[in-house]
């Protein structure tokens, strides 16, 4: 949901906004902006589309430009994915007001901007956007001191931002301001980043102060200054190393990340399973600050995400209930955030995000936080909202994930989940010895299989040739693989265009069975468990129908009704749902790739979605 970065420094300033764009283009992509000081006037340069077409429309002079007799320059620039206004150069960032002064990107929504907007009559507004607002507040605002004009400006706003803004009353520095939505600053050698994320300014350095909300200040070549809004004192803020590299923010010889991130699974996986399995034993050091008191007493766990973080939501209700005999229930951060959810005490409530800033999970955690029930959040980014607003957060250590259709984080939820809810289970005595070491024991193995798995994709690659051309595919599954099936179809729809429903296959009958026709793809997962027989059934029905059939399934599954069969290594059923993604995942992948779609980046979607 857009993407800001500004810089200060002696760096070539339109090298360092248009590599940080097109790091941060995952966020947003349909418009793009820049601006820099020259002369003491602020030169502005906007395009629709890719950064790409930004960066080749820019004047040649000003690519070689340097700005300041000091040596430095200072600049910002933002990629946009479109809320207030359609795509178009006049809204895209960054914005500027009547006289020229100040200019600023920003992103979140502005809530109340009608409103404020109608209370500036005289000013001249030349975009559809929310943002516009804010600059011309600043306009109003300013009696010759930023700082006071920016907190003045913010105190009228409400609804999520992350701003960052220039002026040329006030031309050494950068101003911004934070509140929801996700404002990092990177501390380089004599030159200072700020940006919505690490990964834009990895290249540069590895020291980052999070924001806080309510966070604003200024950025000058020899000190930053961070205040905050409600208490107006200077702030202290420790600065945080990041043990990410360049190079994993490269695509390393794949085609699209989401590959890359694919082939990653039994890296990050063996790392998150080694950093806290020690033979039988399970540790979490750090992450979970809980007292062994409080774990023992959860009488219920809820647990929250969206999109596919949901999904590892409701595989992971199924593994809790299995091993912790508590009630287990699940929902989307969007409908929680309004329904009458009634919280009871000793309920664990969990946060799923890769990004830690989806902002319909962060609203979620602070309805809850009001209740005082502990917060445990599950996360790949430190440094994140949720990593510092929840009680205790683990660390999926993914790695920095790119493409936007998630992959590598789902599998790393799940496993990290289900180490943590085996870890529970120890400590309320609800799992005899004898499972939890065959649990632990399939989970070890997982990497491995996954490895096998990847060795040999040339049939899934078959299966997207006959495929990729359908309109329509239907995936289904039981139980704790249901939702694989959910995230099997995610995948395609959101990569391919294609259109997909998950479906629990014994709900077919009361309804979606009527689409079937021998035109449509079936997707059945079949592998062995407590309901194969049941899920066998399902694909009689399906096949009586004359649905082409493609069943993911183990050695030693036979049934004639299968047209195509993905032969997975077997293992625990609880634990089958990590390793039958992976398939789905490819599968998908390669439909789209003989699609000739933006794998990365598919159209209207972000990585982050930081607005409601
Ligand atoms: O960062 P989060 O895990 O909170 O993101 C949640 C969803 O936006 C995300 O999983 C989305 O559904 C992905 N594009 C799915 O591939």
Known sequence: ??????????????????????????????????????????????????????????PTSLISHQESSNGYSLGIGHTRWATHGKPSEENAHPHIDCNRNFVIVHNGIIENFLE??????????????????????????????????????????????????????????????????????????????IASDVISMLGYTNKFIFLENYD???????????????????QQRSVNIVNWTPQMIEKSGFKHFMLKEIYEQPQVLRENITARVFSEEIVFSEEIKFTKKLLKNIQKILIIGCGTSYHAALVCKYFFEHVLKIPVETDVGSEFRYRECILQKNTLVIFISQSGETADTLASLRIVKQYKLPTLGVCNVIGSSLFREADSTIYIRCGPEIGVASTKAFTGQLVCLYIFGLY????????????????????????????????????????????????????????????????????????????????????????????IDKEMPVVIIATKGSLLQKVFSNLEEVKSREAKVIALTNYGVESKSIDYKLVLPETDEFVSPILNVVPLQLLAYYIADLLNREIDQPRNLAKSVTVE
């Open 1 to 58: 949901m857009c993407g800001i970065i500004g810089y200060i420094g002696k760096r070539n300033i339109i090298e360092v906004l248009i590599s940080g764009l097109k790091h941060l283009e995952y966020r947003g992509y349909d418009s793009s902006g820049i601006a820099i000081l020259k002369e003491n006037k602020i030169l502005r340069y906007r395009a629709t589309g890719k950064i790409s077409k930004l960066e080749s429309s820019l």
């Open 116 to 193: 404020l907007k109608s209370k500036l009559q005289h000013h001249k507004f030349s975009s559809e956007t929310d943002t516009e607002v804010v600059v011309h507040l600043i306009e109003k605002n300013y009696n010759g001191n930023m700082l006071e004009a920016i907190k003045n400006t913010i105190k009228l706003l409400e609804g999520s931002y992350a701003i960052v803004l220039i002026s040329r009353l006030e031309p050494q520095k950068l101003f911004f301001a934070r509140k929801d939505s996700p404002l990092i600053i990177g501390i380089g050698e004599d030159e200072t980043f």
């Open 424 to 515: 529970l289970a120890k400590i309320k005595q609800t799992i005899s010895q004898k499972r939890y070491i065959e649990l632990l024991n399939s989970i070890y193995k997982v990497p491995t299989y996954i490895e096998q798995i990847l060795s040999d994709t040339s049939y899934i690659k078959q299966l997207a040739k006959m495929f990729y051309t359908k309109h329509d595919f239907l995936y289904l599954a039981r139980g704790i693989n249901y939702p694989i099936a959910l995230e099997g179809a995610l995948k395609l729809k959101e990569i391919s265009y294609i259109h997909a429903e998950g479906y629990p296959a014994g709900e077919m009958k009361h309804g979606p069975i009527a689409l």
């Open 216 to 234: 604003y200040g200024e950025i000058s070549n020899t000190e930053i200054k961070i205040y905050n809004l409600n208490s107006e004192k200077l």
